[in-house]
C-alpha cells in the first residue's frame, strides 16, 4: 500500500513516511493511492470478532507486511488497547427508543482520539528506533486531541511533543491533563485565539520544507493518516454490531469538528460498508452550510460552545471528503483548495456537493440550549450521562423521534 497527496504532487509514499508526514509538500493531505474492498461475505465473516480481532483484521489492508509483519502487527495493536477501561474497547449503549452511542470515552483520557493515538503511539517508536531518528511532533488542539496525543507519546526516547491549546476554550480537566504531564519530551503551550487561530502557524511550518525537514516536523492531528485508518474500524465495528447479517443500511450520526472522524467513515463506506452519515455539529456550522449549500466559507469568528473540541470553522478534512467522493481528481482539489487558502471562500461544483450529500444524508445544528436539554433527558429517563459532545449527535436522535411523533 502506497500513499499520495489529495493534491496529486507527492505519490508514492510507504506507510512509514505516511504516519511522519503533516501536510504533504504540496500542501495536500495524504490517503491510500487506492482504498481496499470488503464485499458482504467478508464482512459477515467479521460479524462475531471483538473490536481488537476485527482491527487485526483492517488496518493489515493499509500497511504492507514488509513494513510491519503481521506478529509485530498484532502486537502492537494489543499493546496500544492494552490500557482501555473494557475489554470491547467501544461497547455500543443501547437506550430505549432507539437510541444506541457508542462509547468511545473508554481510553486513557476519555476522549475518543484514544482509539487512534493510541495504534499511532506504538507505530512512530517502532519505525523511530529502528531508524535511530528523533522527530517533534507539532499539535494544535481544541481540547481533546491533545491531552490523547500526550499521552500516547509521554516519555518517549524518540519524540518530542510541542501541544498548543487555546487560551480559556478547553475544559478545565482537558487543560490539566496536558499542563501537568511532568515528562521532558512534553512541551505545551496556551496561545490567544481559538483552535482555527493556531492552525495556521502549524500549517505554515509544514509548508517550510526546510524548516520541517531540519527539525524532522509531523504531527498527529487528523491530518495523519495513520489516525485516519485506525478509525475507521469503530464505523465497521458498529456496523457489525448493529446489523451482523450485513443487509441493510446503517445510519451513523456523527458529532463533527475538523470532520476527521466522518472521514474515517468516509473510507469505510468507500471500502464496501453499507453505511451513511450526518453531520451534528455546534453553532460553528460551516460542516452544514458546506454540506447544503456547496459553499465553503470561513465564519467571521469561532463561536465559544459547551462543545469546545468540536468549536471548529475551517474543517480541514473536507479537502479528503472531496477527493475520495470525486474519484481522486487531484486537480479538482488542488484547483478548489487554492481558491479556498487565497480568498477564504469556494464554492464547490454541483456533482461534488450532490456526491456528498448521497453520503452524508442530513445534517444538524445543536445549540448550547440544546446541549443542555439532551443532557437532562436522557439522565432523567435511562440514568445516562451524555458528555456535550455526544449530547450534539443525541439531539438529531430526538429531532427525528420528534418529527415522526408530530
Known sequence: ????????????????????????????????????????????????????????????????????????????????????????????????????????FHGPTWAFKDLALSCVGQFLPYFLSKRKKHINILVGTSGDTGSAAIEAVKGQKWIDIVVLLPRGRCSQIQELQMTTVMEDNVHVYRVDGSSDDLDIPIKLCFQDHAFTKRHNLSSINSINWARIMVQTVHYIYAYLQICPSCDSVVQIVIPTGACGNVTSGIVAKA????????????????VVRTVQTGKYTIADHVIQTLAPAMDIQIPYNMERIWYILNGGNTDVIKKLMTEFEETGSVAVPNDLTEAVQKVIVDTFVASDDVIRRMIKRTWDSDQYLLCPHTAVGVGYHYQQVEKTLG
Do not use: H
Not at 273 to 278: G, S
Open 1 to 104: 500500500m502506497k500513499y499520495k497527496s489529495t493534491r496529486g504532487d507527492v505519490t508514492g509514499l510507504t506507510f512509514e513516511e505516511a504516519l511522519c508526514t503533516g501536510y504533504a509538500e504540496d500542501g495536500g493531505i495524504l490517503l491510500p493511492e487506492t482504498i481496499p474492498k470488503v464485499d458482504t461475505n467478508q464482512l459477515k465473516s467479521w460479524a462475531n470478532l471483538s473490536f481488537i480481532e476485527l482491527a487485526k483484521k483492517i488496518i493489515p489492508m493499509y500497511v504492507s507486511e514488509e513494513e510491519i509483519p503481521s506478529s509485530d502487527l498484532n502486537d502492537i495493536i494489543d499493546r496500544a488497547f492494552s490500557r482501555f477501561s473494557v475489554p470491547e474497547v467501544a461497547p455500543i449503549k443501547r437506550l430505549p427508543g432507539g437510541l444506541n452511542v457508542m462509547e468511545l
Open 271 to 286: 471500502m464496501g460498508v453499507p453505511i451513511e452519515f450526518v453531520c451534528a455539529v455546534t453553532q460553528n456550522d460551516v
